[in-house]
């Protein structure tokens, strides 16, 4: 059983930076692809960033140049480093991974002020 556990999140100024990180602490299950979602309020969830288990990425759009997506990949751990937040980014980012079937953790908030 993989269980997804977030952290990181917080309250930031515009223009500053935050680390989200996620780990899987109880399987020995092999995570091919993880990613990032997040969920203003609001609005539907979306896909932030995702890296495959060959270390493919892929950002959406609006984050692109400002956040990068990296894996561990000994300790199914993800991380997501956020650069030049803006207020927009406000919600609470979930993380995401695929093994055999998808998995998600609890969500972090991440508060981005003006």
């Known amino acids: 059983q993989v269980q997804l556990v977030e952290s990181g999140g917080g309250l930031v100024q515009a223009g500053g930076s935050l680390r989200l990180s996620c780990a899987d602490s109880?399987?020995?299950?092999?995570?091919?692809?993880m990613g990032w979602y997040r969920q203003a309020p609001g609005k539907q969830r979306e896909l932030v960033a995702i890296?495959?288990?060959?270390?493919?990425?892929n950002y959406v759009d609006s984050v692109k140049g400002r956040f990068t997506i990296s894996r561990l990949y000994a300790k199914n751990t993800v991380y997501l480093q956020m650069n030049s937040l803006k207020p927009e980014d406000t919600a609470v980012y979930y993380c995401?991974?695929?093994?055999?079937?998808?998995?998600w953790g609890k969500g972090t908030l991440v508060t981005v002020s003006s």
């Open positions: 890296i495959t288990g060959g270390g493919s990425t």
């Open positions: 995401w991974g695929n093994a055999g079937m998808e998995y």
């Open positions: 109880k399987s020995i299950l092999s995570i091919n692809a």
